[in-house]
């Protein structure tokens, strides 16, 4: 058999295992994904029905990844019938294959985080309520918090929302998700929680599914959540069998709600469970291993391992003392140079992970200054960038006409002068007769007090729609996104205007066309729903393409699943790493030391950590603590860099700290509010800062704002929503 082909011994075991539920802990850079593609090409092999398998994974990456690696056994017929995807899509597609079962029809748009934060502050604006200053965003995390703890708004309004603030919340919750429904769309979480209704309420549609799925497989299952792991038991109750692959050690992301104790209790919750132990790891060499096991063995939540490699020892990880941020910048920047030359390696053989994304400026203007090719990964993904969004909300209008959100974002793009005083005329009279937004522009002659000159100019929006939704079944996809995208003009627009900006958005309005035809090409037949579900799902860390000649930037959560030979691992500071906000708990401080261990063994040969003595944060200058996960660390296994004694000019040196935080002024259309030098204010996109600075009078009046997770900020006053802290 194939699938047996190249295994150790306990991998072996784990791959052949099939007698009842099973826990494959596996170590870092000990073959996991190689274990998981094998067991299902195993099972197939054996006779299993591949349409009776289901594989859940984290990312569409680790999915592709996966069907690649199962496909060069089985070939490609088995592996296109099995149920293979991240957990969101997998539910995505059977929530539209039973869509009527819970009310909705089957073309329900799914939001963002970006279009549920818009949503919220619609909400906000209807109902007239506030919440404590939060923000939009901040009050979106807290129904996304609640949802991912399975508690619906009638239960939050009824047992939970007590002060006034949370029974305002309360209110807030009903409404969003009424308007979801009002707007035949889920977000991320409730492509979750639907399938849990779903289920618990038809127990046929159930039993469909259980019967279909004979044989559950759960990747990286220490990331589940209480919603996910819900599902998991709903499938294998009674005779479906349950394979879990994962690391405790790489539980990382509690703050959006995965559960560590769904890993530790599986013992508990599924009895008779055989548990496998992949401890050999692959990727690091020993003496980075030692180091990541001395760490990683201060936390007390574990299931206990040891791994252990033949890799060489290895050279001693390193340590680099710094002045601030910039000087960090520059002797990242230098180092990477001496290792492309003394170890003659590439860029893509090196990544520079850090905690929060601010600390990615310094490093930036340090690689442009020596003319090293870097890219963000997980920065702003594609399918988030204005522009692509926009044309995006167009296919969602002409796939779904409920979809208010998406209405509102494009009822003005491009400019065809129709102003938010009648858009908010035109809302009204929808709500007053019950009927969808884009039911009222055609009677938009019925709406009073809306010029006759905006009436025209929302007819003509109306039936250019129409038009579009009309030959949505009559054209390929890439011919409706393309004549679609003449009809609006926008590329005649951006190349016009010719700004820097403009460009960019020109070029990306083309790949968006190209990521069509590409979309079309590998799914013949593909649908505009199709489409619209496939761009929903992207992650940022999707966008990573391992061939590419560049070094990576990525905060650490991106970084979980890579590896590389060469690891910087910047920012190793109290109150950044760990970060400070986390240390409200042990369990807190643990998942900061989890991530520390994700961080070390990402690396194949070679760490370098750098930490700043003193670095500008909220617009003053703060001396930093060396990480308590630096002092963690056995101290046979590193050294610290004689960073005192560098030879390059201080001079030079300069040059690479000018103008790293000169900005343009950036417009946000928001109004003003009274503010002073040295407050804490939040702002919606850029989250916590201070102010440094006011200047100016009037409209024209400028005010500076440190942020902490984007750097210092140039705002006008008068369009500068920001809450005071």
Wanted: hydrophobic content about 40%; glycine content about 4%; aromatic content about 10%.
């Amino acid at each position: 058999m194939k699938s047996l082909k190249d295994l150790n011994e306990a991998q072996l075991e784990a791959v052949q295992y099939n007698a009842g539920p099973h826990l494959i802990v596996a170590g870092a850079g000990s073959g996991k994904t190689k274990v998981l593609t094998h067991k299902i090409a195993f099972l197939i092999e054996d006779g299993f029905d591949p349409s009776n398998i289901l594989a859940l994974t984290f990312t569409n990456k680790a999915a592709k990844e996966m069907k690649k690696r199962i496909t060069a056994m089985i070939g490609v017929t088995k592996s296109k019938q099995l149920w293979m995807g991240t957990f969101h899509s997998i539910l995505a597609r059977i929530l539209r294959t039973e869509a009527e079962h819970i009310n909705y029809k089957q073309n329900f748009s799914i939001y963002d985080r970006e279009d549920s934060i818009a949503l919220v502050s619609n909400v906000l604006l209807a109902l007239n309520v506030s919440i404590d200053e939060k923000s939009p965003s901040a009050i979106q995390h807290l129904i996304s918090s609640l949802k991912n703890r399975m508690i619906l708004p009638e239960e939050f309004a009824k047992h939970h929302a007590e002060t006034p603030s949370e029974k305002r919340l309360a209110q807030v919750y009903i409404e969003y998700n009424k308007r979801l429904f009002e707007n035949n769309s889920m977000d991320f979480d409730d492509l979750l929680l639907k399938p849990i209704q779903l289920f618990n309420n038809n127990e046929r549609i159930l039993a469909k599914y259980k019967k279909d799925f004979k044989y559950v497989l759960v990747d990286e299952f220490q990331d589940t959540n209480k919603a996910q792991y819900e599902i998991i038991k709903l499938f294998v109750t009674g005779r479906t069998k349950l394979c879990a692959v994962g690391d405790d050690a790489q539980s990382i992301y509690g703050w959006r709600g995965a559960d560590l104790d769904n890993m530790l209790n599986f013992e508990k919750d599924f009895p008779k469970t055989q548990v496998f132990r992949l401890e050999q790891n692959y990727r690091s060499t020993k003496k980075i291993l030692k180091a990541a096991g001395s760490v990683i063995k201060n936390n007390q939540n574990q299931i206990e391992k040891t791994l252990w490699t033949n890799n060489e020892e290895g050279d001693l990880l390193s340590i680099i003392r710094c002045t601030d941020e910039k000087d960090e910048a520059f002797q990242i920047s230098k180092q990477i140079k001496k290792e492309i030359s003394a170890q003659k390696i590439s860029l893509k053989d090196i990544a520079i992970l850090y905690r929060i994304n601010s600390q990615s400026r310094a490093m930036e203007e340090a690689l442009r200054r020596e003319k090293l090719p870097y890219k963000i990964v997980g920065g702003v993904e594609f399918f988030r960038r204005k522009e692509v969004k926009d044309i995006v909300a167009y296919l969602r209008i002409l796939a779904n006409q409920n979809d208010e959100e998406s209405l509102l974002r494009i009822m003005n793009f491009p400019q065809r002068g129709i102003g938010s005083t009648s858009i908010s005329k035109m809302i009204a009279f929808a709500r007053k007769f019950d009927i969808t937004l884009f039911a009222t522009m055609a009677r938009i002659f019925e709406v009073i007090e809306v010029k006759e000159r905006i009436q025209k100019n929302v007819k003509q929006f109306k039936i250019l729609l129409d038009k579009y939704i009309d030959l949505k079944d009559q054209l390929s996809l890439t011919e409706l996104t393309s004549a679609l995208i003449a009809d609006l003009g926008v590329l005649k627009m951006y190349k016009d205007e010719n700004s820097v900006e403009s460009r960019q958005r020109y070029d990306n309005v083309q790949e968006l066309i190209n990521s069509v035809a590409e979309f079309t090409k590998e799914q013949k037949n593909a649908t505009i729903d199709d489409f619209l579900a496939e761009v929903s799902l992207i992650t940022g860390i999707d966008s990573y393409e391992e061939d590419d000649n560049y070094v990576t930037l990525m905060t650490i959560h991106s970084a979980k699943g890579l590896e590389f030979p060469v690891v910087f691992i910047s920012g190793c500071e109290e109150d950044i790493f760990p970060l400070n906000k986390k240390f409200d708990s042990d369990s807190n401080i643990e998942e900061e030391r989890r991530l520390f261990y994700v961080a070390v063994t990402r690396a194949e040969r070679k760490i370098i950590f750098s930490y700043a003595r003193s670095r500008y944060r909220f617009g003053e200058v703060a001396y930093q603590d060396v990480s308590r996960f630096i002092g963690e660390i056995d101290p046979s296994t590193v050294k610290e860099l004689n960073s005192g004694q560098r030879k390059t000019s201080s001079r030079r040196r300069r040059a690479y700290y000018d103008e790293l935080y000169q900005e343009d002024f950036d417009e946000f259309d928001q109004e003003r509010r009274s503010l002073r030098v040295g407050s804490r204010v939040n702002h919606e996109k850029f989250g916590d800062g201070k102010i440094l600075a006011i200047g100016g009078v009037g409209d024209s009046q400028k005010i500076s704002i440190a942020f902490e997770e984007f750097g210092t900020k140039h705002l006008l006053t008068k369009f500068a929503k920001l809450t005071l802290i």
